[in-house]
């Protein structure tokens, strides 16, 4: 298990100097951040000044060896449009992530969960088919567009939630439901077929056949084997909430990392946007690592595998 | 009885492809379906609401008549009229000075017709969408295939990469890459084929590991067959329904994408009629002209629907343990 | 939907379709289902707040840059939020007017030297008095980097040394004679010496110090910036007390904020949107900006048309400007008829108007009766920039022109801006401000704003002379000289002066200057 877990968690920390140096090849081959900050008629003399303070003088290597440095300290460097550490920047963006994709998380899986064993009970039923083509619909309509239909029906025609912006527990339904809606379609799909599956399996009959009680069935013996999937799943799924929030931080003006992320990369603030991606991709690792060893932990076989 | 032929016998199989089909009739004889030009502004017939028409000027399409029609007053046009306009499919042709050109669908904050737009947006959103999947499908397999045939170095290699690939939100990657690339169609698909490729280059792997090693893939060894003899004869064809299964969903995916870049104004021509732009265009007239953003979001909902219907059909036939 | 019917997939083993016997589990399924239910509603509805004496809250597409009041790059909001903390010597009428701030009167003592009397009854936030050593500390800063890559103020003037004479007197030196000192001034802010000097940039960034009506109390980057009236504000406290700053950049969300009376004032909404402004919290208020929407024409094009006179002026004569104003902005503005804007414009010019034939005679005359083909960049920073380019460009494809539209970020598009790199066309608007030597500079050869990439030797001239004479007589003359060359070569498509919209509640009132800046010191709470 040590073994295993050493393991992987080497691969983790490759895969994250993989994507930063990837971020940083990009945004330097993006344009030159002095033409951003300095006026248009500024002196060669007054630029290459700012590019000395700015380090940008040294080669690209360095540069990116002096980044990484200062980045184990927790130094991310200076927004180049802002002038603020992003360090802070992010401190202050990272708290809204979480809880936008934490409340989306839980929506997601608490009420997918819920719908996806109300289907198991009435398999076939109308209420089947409802929440079935209900989370087809789910997952198909453009998140984007249907905030902003959330927006003109329960903010501006009904008034009873506010329009945008962070504040209150009222301010962060909108956003959450909208960005739960894809992920609990899928989740409910994946609970229903994985409890069918599971359900009509040989040693579920055999349990039965021992004369176990259903209770027992259910959760010693069905539940055990749906989690396994749901948990890569799960897994997958916060990771996509965590990262591709940021449409629907745009339409619901959300502070949160991702709307910053996009600002930034229209504004070229390049180190902004590697200190963004820096923290969500760890984030991504993370949340696989611990999918990884919970993974191991379930079902020892893995451990071998890998 | 064949694969495909089950295929179509299983209903949401069935119904996607029919729902696909239509897309794909509609975008290929857009021409013959567009009402107006899809392209022609007209200032003086802005946000006019559906079934409204608009005054259409013999000289000049701009409508310098200023005053022929009132800024979205003439909301006329009981729905009677509505269904002769698929017939006469001539507003293409100027219809001289004092005729009039129905909008079903309504005008965009030009002047443009929606349903026109709509229908010409179907050929971008296809035509991105699939050749998106094919780029993706053709990359990942290949990855897929090396990466589980040869093992060893090239594995951890390939894996290394995805891993990459799926840390790094894709999002901001491809708003990153357009910026720098400088938009347009050709650029989005490239984006677009690289957000997906994972998808199957893990599928494939699994796949080819699984039939690695069972007795024809060795058969065929022994008897001297050439690695990409294999590999091409024997091993990829067994691989090709769950890539099938995973292109419908990646095109479903690809389709909604590229509605979110354009949405976000970045990717295609400004100018180009897709559906993602339109949204994007609709969405400050969210409050008075509701049309122009609802109707490209029913018809990417639509299509989006129509390609999963069809994967998820692919998948119920196959086992679907395997897949996800 | 069903999803495996039919699909070749085995029904169940009992062939009942049902998968759970006894009804007791489907019992204990339903409370689990019902408890994650409730979980969820627990954790998304929570408690709700409830709201003391709401601040002000200005709506705005984006957030300050910086609130170092030497960073100072745009009007709004860094601009607003700027002039609401700091004060400058000279404070600028919003009909361009000269007015006193922190210098209570001033004098020319020759061509080249200004002289300044400041009050002496101003103190900075943190008690200390406002003398000249803070001003001549702050004018000194400015010619610093990085702060002189983004201040003009001593290259406009030609500023060459900023002398104290007292404690309440400052002398400023120029090498030419500057028609346009005070304008510089009206951005030139004063921090106190003791403070900036003594702290670092990125400290002073986040934490400023000024003398000026509101104080800073909090700046969450990208979210908000709140701001306190100032007690001590030697011009009496501001009659708003809080007031917010706050980013939203999506218009829907700004109306609709207006709507529900979360939001005071709503900046930055468009003609298509003002009747929605008008709701039982609000109303809608528009000005005449300053700023002249055109379309830029590149010289260093490859096309080389656009280097002909007369092609430049059918390009005006193509486009129906009238008709795009009473349709695309709802008749609020008027065409442009001069690159300087009233009271101080060329009173002989007129109009291009829509004349598509004239415009086609002219491309013929010019050797191009066929058309060419046409670059258009638009970026979203003055309004309907889309659909305006969109516009234009159905009207230059009536007379024959193969136009490509580019929607480009705003950053690229600033870089083509000061590169001069545009290939064809470009949407901007140009100078809201009041102000001839300033606004003819952007013809000028090789200056900074000159984007299209003119250079003609008399109009430089006679744009250096207007900045540089001090006779009120000959520099109108020569103004009106300057802006008949740029009309009659048609050096823009002239479109019509920006209107600004913005939506108040009913809780305020408040006039919108005309050049984008926004005193909020000046509004008064609505009876």
Known sequence: MLSFTLGKLI????????????????????????????????????????????????????QYRIYVGKALHGDLGVSYRQHVDVSRLIALRLPNSLELAGAAFVLAMGIGCALGVLCVIYRDSVLDNVIAGLSVLAQVVPGFWLGLVLVLLFAVHWRVLPVSGSGDLTHLILPAVTLALPTLGRMTRLVRGGMLEVLQSDYI????????????????????????????????????????????????????????????????????VQGCVLVIAAGFVLINLAVDLLYAVIDPRVRGRS | MSFWARLIRCPPARRGLVMLLVMAVVALAAPLLAPADPWKVHPAARLLPPLSRSAVDGADALGRGANASGNGTNASGPGADASGNGANASGNAHTGAGATTLHLLGTDSVGRDVLSRLIYGSRVSLTVGFAAMVLSALFGSLIGVVSGYFGGIVESLTGWLVD?????????????????????????????????????????????????NQGYVEAAHATGASVGRVL??????NTLAPICVVASF?????????????????GLDPSTPSWGTMLNDGRDYLLTAWWISTMPGIAIGFTVLGVMLFGEGLRELLDPRSLR | MDHSTGCDSEPFPDGS????????????????????????????????????????????????SSLDPHLLDVNHPTGSVIWSLFDSLVRRGPDGADLPRLALSWERLDDLTWRFHLRTDVKFQDGSPLTAADVKFSFDRMNQA????????????????????????????????SVTMLYWLEEAFVAPKAYYSTHDAAYVNTHPLGSGPYKLVEWIQGDHVTLTANPGYFGGAPALKDVVFKVVPDLSARLNGLATGDIDLALELTPDTMSQANTANSRGVETLGLRKLHFGISQHSSVAALRDPRVRRALNYAIDVPTMIKSLMHGSTVPLASVVNPPNAN???????????RAKQLLAEAGFPNGFDLDIDFTPMWGQDKDVSETVAGYLNAVGIRTHLHADEWNDFRRKLTDASFDGLFYAGWAALINPAVELVIFTCHQEDNASGYCDPKYDELAHSVSTEFDVTKRKAEADAAQKIVWDDAYWIFLWRAPLYAGLSNRIDYTLRPDDYLEIYLAKPRP
């Open chain 1, 11 to 62: 691969r983790a920390l490759t895969v994250l100097l993989g994507v930063s140096f990837l971020t940083f090849i990009i945004g330097h081959s993006s344009g030159d951040p002095v033409r951003l900050i300095a006026r248009g008629d500024a002196t060669e003399e007054q630029r290459a000044q700012l590019r000395h303070s700015l380090g940008l003088d040294r080669p690209v290597l360095e």
């Open chain 1, 205 to 272: 009959r055999t349990a039965r056949a021992k004369g176990l009680s259903e209770r027992q069935v259910l959760l010693g013996h069905a539940a055990k084997n749906a989690l396994l999937p749901l948990v890569t799943q799960a897994g997958l799924e916060l990771g996509d909430l965590v990262g591709s929030a940021f449409i629907i931080e745009t339409v619901f003006a959300w502070p949160g990392l991702g709307r910053m992320a996009v600002n930034a990369v229209q504004q070229r603030d390049f180190l902004v």
């Open chain 2, 164 to 212: 990459v690939q799926l840390s790094f939100p894709f999002l901001l990657l491809a708003i990153f890459l357009l910026g720098a690339l400088g938009g347009g169609t050709l650029a989005v698909i490239l984006i677009l084929a690289l957000a997906t490729w994972v998808n199957y280059a893990r599928i494939v792997r699994a796949q080819v590991l699984s039939i690695k």
């Open chain 2, 232 to 237: 091409f004869v024997h091993i990829l064809p």
């Open chain 2, 250 to 266: 990646s095109m479903a995916q690809a389709i909604l994408t590229e509605a979110g870049l354009s949405f976000l104004g970045v």
């Open chain 3, 17 to 64: 379709g049902r998968l759970l016997g006894p009804a007791r589990n489907r019992r204990l399924l339903l409370r689990l289902s019902a408890a994650l239910f409730l979980a969820c509603f627990a954790v998304i509805s929570g408690g709700c707040g409830s709201h003391g004496e709401r601040p002000i809250v200005v709506a705005s597409v984006s957030d300050v």
């Open chain 3, 146 to 177: 990085p702060f002189s890559a983004l201040q003009q103020l001593w290259q406009q003037t030609t500023l060459q040394e900023v002398r104290i004479v007292d404690d309440h007197t400052i002398e400023l030196r120029t090498s030419k004679p």
């Open chain 3, 347 to 357: 009173p002989d010019l007129t109009p291009y108007g829509y004349h598509p034939d």
